[in-house]
């Protein structure tokens, strides 16, 4: 069958001049993207996925050098074209939909101007322009467009900002849309929102389209075809189906079978690829990734491996053909390939019986809104959010709870108020027994080895001018470790999150995204606490870094009888790591109980919808548009009156609307918030 | 909105009375009888009773305060030791040459520097960017009284180009502005390098946004990426600084009012500083201040209508 090519990517290479020498970014890439399909680009941070999408638009950092290679686009090869046909070209016939929605869109214009600039080409009256950004905002889910149209985008939330920014590049039915990690700065809900919008714009407007990503379950969801990226090659390519069902090139294989949401049984320790990605200045003359690759022989990384064909697609491994061919390759979907670590210790069952380490109860944390006379003025009676509202929730000695919710939920603010960086308005905390809410910070002081944080940004937290040696054991100095010998302390450390002894000597910024976590593993680590607070331990991660650092943190809690207290909105993840969850929605906690029973019979519909709401690596599993969710989180300062997720529940009446449903538990260990909680399995299947 | 602009009111209001309160007090502050330093030694104890009495210098100081303060309000500033006129028709007939010169100043330089600093950031290290910089910096190192000497001498006495002195003949405007472009070309040279350089930084740094970047990939010409966008958010930081800056040029326009000779508000403090007519002094330095407060609450109005983010946080 022969399908109409709409873009061809032939022999592209592209280097980037740095200080470093030339960084040979892309090498070698060649695919066509079909016509009316969604091509997917996977791979880790640093693939060159961007890369790729950026040089179709010409529009590299200046430090980019295409060495060879041809990107032709019906008749014309993109690569030479002058810098007037290109703009002809941009937005007009091959749009984006950018990664950030807060920062690529200018905040100083209202969305009817920035619509309006985009079909500055046009000969239509302003009014026309006008009529048509508004058509389109409509069709992309803007409630009522004529007036937010004036809208700034400051002045919208994280998913309608997206959606804008998608009606901004639909607005003139380009043939091609790019999508550069499009979702990854929203929500699960929100996630599942946009995928479903890109492919109805698909199917509307017959717009092919080319998304870059390295979240698996978007992928599946969403594409057609998919090439697979690693260290600025195409390793595979083929058929979504083929892809996720049947992969032939070892990388592939691994970058599913690390994906924690495709693996079944519930396991503490997730595999990883052992290893980093290249350095892309000096790339091996033969496979790329035969450092890392569990089947590599002698010659991977001497001779180059051959391009394998099969149906459309492609893959590049020794093992398919040739001499060092093996016919035992791949094996079947259910054998792994990739290192599974299991050592260690076997997990600590948490004693059920033990008294609790941490205990909440009724905790509130209020934070003003505006100033008193600006509250006087403008008839506000109650200038104050809460942003965490009357939770409770326990931590048991070795236990793993997670909390799980979306942006605005209210976590990191629970999790800070917890550790006593943040005053409580209501409520106790206690720690070991002893209440510890709103002490002071000198009597809090000691507490502050027995509980500690670990942040989200691990580079952002890390000052970038101290040495990792000064950052491991700068714990210890601040507290006082009098007499123990700092070197010895940081080497322990070191090892204790398995980081070379020589990487002391480092600096923040000479670290991989994995290494810094674990200097932040060491860093809470450093005064033996019980207790971790971990605020998005991986978010922004691979897969298998995300995997390392998981692995670490199970063994040392293994090891050590640690509590964590997990902050996150990854719920694949949370399903093999946590013990216990917890649900926030709008400061509130919806559900908790047992990681296993929530997940197999959540009865909260908003942990449903979470559950539900994270697409499944597998093409087979999509779901249909119905099953997502509808609408957003809505701001704390509007929070309704009665059930917070009333607005967005399927199963919402009227008794919803009246108060704050009370916590009622369907089992001594499982709590929900809802009038009418989904009970059993078939309740799922029948609303769906 | 409202709220914002009753508290920047207030604070206004705060600032001025300051002013008002260090004005008064470094009357009293001087040692010796006011009166006397008003009038010289060799006035008349009549003269010098009458003068205390007019001024209120019999009453205790707290008083004497209030007083001020009160004819203040109603635009009372006292008058003139030695023609008796009001301070404030006497700074009225002069705060026009003043205004002139600044804006005329700040004007140039706004109008020179901010298309320098945007071509110089368009096409950095380009020869205009070099040039650009190697004068910006060499224009905000001279100090702008050393450049009204050298302009005086340069292009009136050696050149004959322009006047040298005053302010022009009054009602012929053509005159009037001849004898502008001396003071206002010695007073903005500094500020065309400080503001090329300002707006230069600020639309490297806008330039390298996401949301530039987005603009580019619509396909929107580079004139309008450049000047509808970028120059659109970095011109914010320039106003502020700009606002402020008119606090330096007042007393940059001091010294070219002395130099040049021209009658405004600096060159009349000047003078009543050297003749201790302290009404006139208080008066006039009170006049500026209120100037700069003014301006640098315009300029955060502009800013705010500008800038939606700012204009919502209001
Ligand atoms: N302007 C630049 N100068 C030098 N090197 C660059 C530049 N831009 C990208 N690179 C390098 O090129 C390689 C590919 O980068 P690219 O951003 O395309 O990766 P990616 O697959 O999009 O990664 P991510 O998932 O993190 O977005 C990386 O090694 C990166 O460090
Ligand atoms: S060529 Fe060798 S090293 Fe490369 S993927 Fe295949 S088996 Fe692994
Ligand atoms: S209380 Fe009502 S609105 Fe709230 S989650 Fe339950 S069913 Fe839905
Ligand atoms: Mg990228």
């Known amino acids: 069958m022969t399908k109409d090519i709409l873009l061809n990517i032939e022999g592209l290479s592209l280097d980037f001049r740095t200080n470093r020498g030339r960084v040979k970014a892309l090498r070698d890439i060649s695919f066509p993207v079909q016509k009316g399909r969604i091509l997917g680009i996977v791979g880790e941070s640093g693939s060159g996925k961007s890369t790729v999408l950026w040089s179709i638009l010409g529009l590299l950092a200046g430090n980019a050098e295409v060495t060879a290679g041809r990107v032709d686009y019906g008749a014309r090869d993109l690569l030479t074209l002058d810098a007037q046909a290109l703009r002809a070209i941009r937005g007009e016939e091959i749009s984006v939909v950018f990664q950030d929605p807060m920062t690529s869109q200018i905040p100083v214009l209202p969305y009817a101007r920035q619509m309006s600039d985009i079909l500055y080409r046009r000969s239509m009256s302003e009014a026309d322009k006008r009529k048509a950004a508004i058509d389109m905002l409509r069709r992309v889910g ?265 942006s605005g939920s209210g976590k990191t603010t629970l999790g800070r108020t917890i550790l006593n960086l943040q005053g409580a308005s209501g409520g106790t905390v206690r720690f070991d027994g002893r209440d510890i809410a709103g002490m002071a910070e000198g009597q809090f002081k000691p507490l502050r080895r027995d509980m500690t944080m670990m942040f989200q940004d691990p580079v952002g937290s890390l000052s970038p001018r101290k040495s990792v040696r000064a950052l491991i054991t700068e714990p210890l100095v601040i507290h006082g470790a009098q007499g123990r010998d700092l070197d010895t302390e940081a080497e322990r450390l070191a090892d204790m999150v398995r980081l070379p002894r020589s990487f002391l000597s480092r600096y923040p910024h000479e670290l991989s995204g994995g290494q810094a976590r674990r200097v932040g593993v060491a860093r809470a680590l450093a005064l033996n606490p019980r207790l971790i607070v971990a605020d998005e331990p991986t978010a922004g991660l691979d897969v298998s870094v995300q995997g390392e650092i998981l692995n670490l943190m199970a063994d040392l809690q293994a090891e050590h009888g640690l509590s964590y207290l997990i902050i996150t909105h990854n719920l694949p993840v949370v399903r093999h790591i946590a013990d216990r969850i917890a649900i926030m929605y709008l400061g509130r906690i919806v559900e908790d109980g047992p990681a296993a029973k929530v997940f197999a019979r959540p009865a909260h519909p908003y942990t449903r919808a979470l559950v539900e709401g994270v697409p499944q690596p597998d093409p087979d599993r999509r779901r249909p548009p119905t099953a997502v969710i509808e609408g957003e989180v809505p701001s704390l300062l509007r929070r309704p009156k009665g059930c917070d997720f009333a607005a967005r529940c399927p199963l919402a009446q009227d008794a919803c609307h009246a108060a704050k449903p009370r916590h009622t538990h369907i089992a001594p260990d499982h709590r929900h918030a809802c009038l009418f909680p989904l009970r059993t399995p078939s309740d799922l299947t029948e609303t769906a | 909105m409202f709220t914002y602009l009753l508290k920047r009111l207030g604070l206004a209001a705060l600032v001025v009375v300051a002013v008002l309160l260090l004005l008064f007090s470094m009357l009293h502050m001087i040692p010796g009888n006011p009166a006397i330093l008003a009038l010289g030694t060799r006035a008349s104890p009549e003269a010098i009773a009458e003068y205390s009495a007019r001024m209120h210098l019999d009453k205790p100081v707290l008083t004497q305060f209030v007083y001020f303060l009160g004819n203040a309000v109603q635009g009372d500033l006292g008058q003139d030791v030695f023609s008796n006129r009001a301070v404030t028709s006497v700074i009225g007939e002069r705060i026009g040459f003043s205004l002139a010169l600044i804006c005329t100043g700040m004007g140039w330089a706004v109008l020179l520097g901010v298309p320098l600093g945007c071509l110089a950031a368009v096409r950095p290290g380009s020869w205009l960017d070099r040039v650009t910089g190697v004068f910006s910096v060499g224009m905000i190192a001279v100090p702008s009284f050393l450049v009204s000497i050298w302009a005086l001498l340069f292009f009136s006495l050696e050149l004959h180009w322009l006047p040298a002195i005053g302010a022009g003949e009054p009602g012929d405007l053509a005159d009037q502005l001849s004898h502008l472009v001396l003071p206002a070309f010695a007073i903005g040279l500094g500020w065309v390098g400080y503001l090329a350089r300002m707006v230069r930084a600020s639309m490297l740094e806008v330039m390298g946004e996401p949301y530039i970047r987005s603009a580019r990939a619509y396909g929107l010409q580079p004139r309008r990426v450049v000047l509808g966008y970028a120059l659109r958010v970095a011109i914010l930081p320039t106003i502020t600084l700009i606002g402020m800056g008119f606090g330096g040029l007042i007393s940059s326009a001091v010294f070219a009012e002395i130099i040049f000779s021209r009658p405004g508000v600096g060159k009349m403090i000047f003078d009543a500083v050297s003749d201790r007519n302290f009404p006139i002094v208080q008066g006039g330095v009170l006049v500026a201040t209120g100037f700069y407060i003014l301006v640098v609450l315009l300029s955060d109005l502009l800013i705010a209508w500008l800038d939606p983010r700012v204009r919502s946080s209001l």
């Not at chain 1, 924690?260 to 519930?266: K, T």
């Not at chain 1, 990739?338 to 033990?354: C, E, F, H, T």
């Open chain 1, 142 to 406: 803007i409630p009522d467009p004529d007036s937010r149209i004036d809208a700034y985008p400051h002045q919208f939330s994280g998913g309608m900002r997206q959606r804008a920014g998608i009606a901004m590049s639909m607005l003139t039915g380009p043939n091609l849309l790019l999508a550069d990690e499009p979702t990854t700065a929203l929500d699960v809900t929100m996630e599942a929102q946009m995928i479903g919008l890109m492919r109805g714009l698909r199917d509307d407007f017959d717009t092919t389209i080319v998304v870059v990503s390295h979240n698996l379950g978007l992928i599946a969801e969403m594409c057609d075809d998919v090439v697979v990226m690693y260290a600025g090659e195409v390793v595979e390519t083929g058929e979504v189906h083929e892809i996720f069902h049947n992969a032939r090139h070892p990388y592939t294989r691994a970058l599913l079978e690390c994906d924690p949401a495709r693996i079944a049984e519930v396991s503490r320790k997730l595999p990883v690829i052992p290893g980093d990605i290249p350095d892309l200045t000096r790339p091996l003359p033969g496979c790329i990734f035969a450092d890392r690759c569990q089947k590599a022989m002698p010659d991977c990384a001497k001779v180059a491996p051959p391009m394998v064909a099969r149906g459309g697609g492609m893959a590049r491994c020794h093992l398919l053909e040739g001499p060092l061919a093996d016919a035992s390759w791949p094996p079947p979907a259910d054998v792994v390939t990739v290192g599974r670590d299991l050592g260690g210790l076997a997990p600590v069952k948490a004693r059920s019986d033990a008294p609790p380490l941490l205990e909440v109860h009724d905790l509130n944390v209020r934070f003003r809104t505006m100033g008193p006379l600006k509250a006087r003025l403008n008839g506000v009676s109650d200038p104050f959010v809460d942003a965490v509202l009357d939770v409770s929730l326990d931590v048991k000695p070795g236990e793993t709870l997670a909390l799980v919710g979306e």
